[in-house]
């Protein structure tokens, strides 16, 4: 009987990290007109992709870089900036085709500043990292008529397609007094959550909202969470996705009575992710014919598979003294300028993040005057996470949220704040594929009325039936207390019958 083979087509999608590239911008403000500027307190940035086009072998990134400053004038009163430019960049790379589906993600590596007379100068560093699909598909052995098959059930993924919404979300605070000035205004977010219940897919997470103002000459801070839950429109079920957010556009009104003001934030978040659907099949791995030399070709498949996204969090906090005679009279705001998740690892059973939280700490000494520090904050996290395993490759993003602090004697500060992680698992999968199958000479047949093998300790159950021809199902027939995995003391008595 000849052997007929059934053939299936499956989708070996994945995701892939291109080679980055680093852009420096520069910008000067100038504070003549606002008269001078004696020290730099608070410099925050972000940067967000506006545009992406794939074309053949090149990535054309558009983007715009946001800035915020405050700083003490000549007069050491509190003053701010704000500042916003375009970009454009091209990434080249012979492995781009034009449509190709392409992410890039953008973060600040770097920001340096320095004062020159009556400007500021400053210096950004940002880091664009595209991350593509590549788009492949292999053919398994579904079934095999004629032969004796073995079979293993194996996962792939198809891509389903990009997404890229915005959400809108808002908050409200009632400050209760008239609010003379908005030093800062700064809004970040997270993904929280990924789930694929009933077959929608959807996100959640939160925004992080700084607010410093000043009232009746008196600077204080509020800091907002905002939570958001976004169902994307694609559908369907087995699916994955690594999602990101990033703070399209945030603004603040001012509403309420002249000295009871409310302060309204608009938040425009924009999501975008790879979206993956898994494929479970089972497939043949190995063969053989009772009656004829078979021909076996195999390969090897790889890919990244898509996992899932993990959330983390962990309270850090430190202490900091003031370098100079000052005594701290009162501390006025606390600002977050900068996250930087530095290393992301996978190990068995947990995942380890270290970075460094860079803060500003804006206090009044006891002369009544104005003054700022800066306090780094690094931390090395370890948290336990079921079911990880070194070789997941991880990526991911960190926020800070409920920044507190306090005083301790006269010239110490205590910070604490929470480190939140969103983290993203890819695994690498090598799965073996027969490619080809060849009936070749016809299997001498052993005529013996009685055999006994005896097998090697480590030999399948499997491997036994290929080397007597016969099927797993007889074999066990006749030795029912046999296992799957031979201990090497076994004799195994096959019967076959005379004809």
């Known amino acids: 009987m ?9 989708n070996t999608d994945y995701e892939r990290t291109m080679d980055g590239k680093q852009i420096v911008t520069q910008c000067n403000f100038d504070t003549q007109s606002r008269g001078g500027v004696s020290k730099l307190c608070v410099l925050t940035g972000d940067v967000q992709i506006t545009k992406v086009q794939t074309l053949s072998k090149q990535i054309k990134i558009s983007g715009r870089l946001a800035l915020k400053l405050v700083y003490l004038d000549g007069e050491k009163k509190l003053n701010n900036f704000d500042y916003i430019s375009d970009f ?3 990434i080249n790379d012979d492995q781009i085709v034009a449509e190709m589906p392409c992410i890039v993600k953008a973060d600040i590596v770097d920001i340096q500043s320095a004062i020159a007379g009556n400007e500021i100068k400053v210096q950004t560093v940002i880091e664009l990292v595209p991350n593509i699909v ?3 598909t292999s053919e398994i052995i579904e079934e095999a008529e004629g032969a004796l098959t073995l079979k293993e059930e194996q996962s792939y993924q198809k891509y389903i397609g990009m997404v890229e919404e915005e959400c809108e979300i808002s908050e409200e ?3 209760g007094v008239k609010v003379e000035d908005i030093l800062l205004y700064d809004t970040k977010a997270i993904v929280c959550e990924v789930n694929n219940d009933d077959g929608k897919l959807c996100v959640s997470g939160k925004a992080e909202i700084t607010l410093v103002y000043k009232a009746e000459g008196i600077v204080s801070t509020k800091n907002m969470s905002l939570p958001f839950m976004h169902e994307l429109k694609v559908k369907g079920e087995n699916l994955n996705a690594c999602i990101s957010v990033k703070v399209k556009e945030s603004k603040l009104v001012i509403e309420g009575d002249e000295n009871d003001n409310i302060l309204k934030s608009y938040v425009t978040l924009c999501i975008r992710g790879f979206v993956m659907q898994r494929e479970c099949v089972n497939a043949v791995v190995d063969l053989y014919s009772p009656s004829h030399e078979l021909e076996i070709s ?15 969090e962990e309270r850090i906090s430190g202490s900091v003294a003031v370098d100079d005679d000052d005594s701290i009279e009162s501390i006025l705001s606390t600002v977050v300028t900068q996250n930087s998740l530095s290393n992301l690892v996978a190990m068995d059973g947990e995942v380890l993040a270290e970075g460094v939280v860079n803060t500003s700490v804006i206090y009044l000494n006891d002369k009544g005057e104005n003054k700022c520090m800066q306090v780094e904050l690094p931390y090395s996290l370890q948290f336990a996470c079921e079911g990880m395993q070194e070789d997941v490759k991880l990526s991911g993003m960190a926020l800070v949220s409920d920044c507190a602090y306090k ?3 006269d010239r110490e500060v205590e910070i604490s704040l929470t480190v939140e992680l969103s983290v993203c698992t890819k695994q690498e999968v090598e799965q073996c594929i027969i490619s080809k199958v060849e009936e070749g000479e016809e299997c001498e047949h052993n005529h013996n009325a009685v055999s006994i093998y005896l ?15 016969m099927s797993i199902e007889s074999i066990k027939e006749q030795n029912p207390d046999i296992a799957n995995e031979m201990q090497g003391d076994e004799r195994i008595v096959i019967y076959r019958e005379i004809v």
């Not at 007929?4 to 499956?10: D, L």
């Not at 195999?298 to 983390?312: E, H, I």
């Open 173 to 175: 605070y009632a400050c």
């Open 88 to 90: 454009a960049e091209d």
């Open 407 to 409: 005083k301790k004697r």
């Open 2 to 10: 000849a052997i007929n083979t059934i053939f299936k087509t499956v």
């Open 298 to 312: 195999k390969n090897k498949v790889c890919f990244m598979r898509q996992g899932c996204m993990r959330r983390f």
């Open 455 to 469: 097998p090697d300790k480590g030999e399948t159950i499997w491997q036994v039936a290929k080397t007597l021809g």
């Open 134 to 136: 590549e788009i492949a």
